[in-house]
């Protein structure tokens, strides 16, 4: 016999009616004076898209007074594979976007451009191949096995997204730095929490002040975190060298750029890759399985699926690697929380060249491009019903008839999350291992709003009860 959410909560457990939390968008766009005398706007930027922007494939937009501040929101596929892939080369990162990100990150995969970025794309490319990471895949479950100890041991309501914290940063430290972080684990997120909350103040200095003022305020603000990551990166380096570890991906790291230029990376080197790692490989991770356990307690039939799905595949034993073909709703509803709420909402490119991306569209030189995976997954172009909670839309065909650019929860083109494969790997396994052994019920879904920083959050901790399930062969 198994017990399921809607048999321990009965009907107080919100049904498929509600519809997945998001702000309601102003009728017009909002001006720049209008978004400075709003805390609101500033805090959560998607909280500012105009209804039009969730309707039209193209939207002229203005920041400020001066001409660099004009841009345009593009929601059309075939323009934004031009963009990206076609054309990528002219279409970089947007200035104020990597202004806010390198004090942080440094010159790191996700912030560095040009021939530099290529040098270590090609490096790390190999190390993160779909078949390379599936000797992590035992490491992922027993994370995920001593996760779901934790939930199960708490005697109140606990935060859920502060286990899927610690439970990824136990990964990313095993699997990518080659060290136990279980010391480390408050300060980590400490450093990348109070970051990310100091986002308005960055967002201001990039909209308000000339490149100068801009980067030093920005790096005044994200002085600390950065001092603790170089203080944690030569933790690292010291970790790997005394115990010759090679195992883990910044390990494989190091020797392929020895391997390639003859020498070590520096310190500089090493600390922009783990704060990437942290960044990119921890907090995403953190949050998209934060938004999965919302969503399946406003729609717990979808949680009933999936333990029948993973009791079929693995008959009360631990998942493998093996096991990921089997469990494609498992696998689709992760890729629906990741449509209805992408880590990263907003993708920013500015045009070297003035470049038609798409018949009758032209974007100017310097102009920037707002590519926006929060608008494009919600535009009834690609998506019927996008409001809704429906993983059946990556299931079979219907994934298939869906252009590739019009789903972007990792990005598109050369610049895509190389780690893409290791995080939906990492998600399925913790999902499925805790479907095993457990229901999870959060219970402030009303509180919850999505809160779109340089990560989109919840706007508020998951409040979460637990309770173990009867195994089907027990």
Known sequence: MRMSAV????????????V?????????????????IQPAILTNLIASFPEAWYRERFSRFRIGVSASGRGIVINDADAIRHILVTAAD?????????????????????????ESWRRKRQLAAPIFQHAA?????????RAAERSAHRALSQKNAFPIDAEMTRVTLDIIGEAILGCDLESDVEDISNTVGGTLDKFPGMFLAGVLLPPYGRDRVIEALVAPGRRSLTKFARKIIKHARDNQIRSSLIGKLMDASKADSGEDMTLDNVRDEIATFLLAGHETTATTLSWVWYLLSLYPDAMVRIQDEVDQVAEGRALTADDLSSLPYTRAVVDEALRLYPPVANLLRKANETTEVAPGITVKAGERVLISPWLLHRHETYWSEPEEFRPERFLGEAGKERPRHAYLPFGGGPRICIGSSFSLMEAVLILGTYAQKMGVQVLNTAEVMPQARIVMRPSVRLRAVTFPRVQPNA
């Open 7 to 18: 048999e321990d909560f009965g009907s107080d457990v919100p049904g498929r009616t509600v």
């Open 20 to 36: 997945p939390a998001r702000p309601t968008p102003p009728r017009h766009q909002v001006g720049l004076a209008r978004a400075l």
């Open 133 to 141: 990471l599936k000797e992590f895949a035992p490491l992922f479950v």
């Open 90 to 114: 002219n279409f970089p990162k947007e200035d104020n976007q990597l202004a806010v990100l390198r004090p942080l990150l440094g010159r790191g995969l996700l912030t560095d451009e040009g």
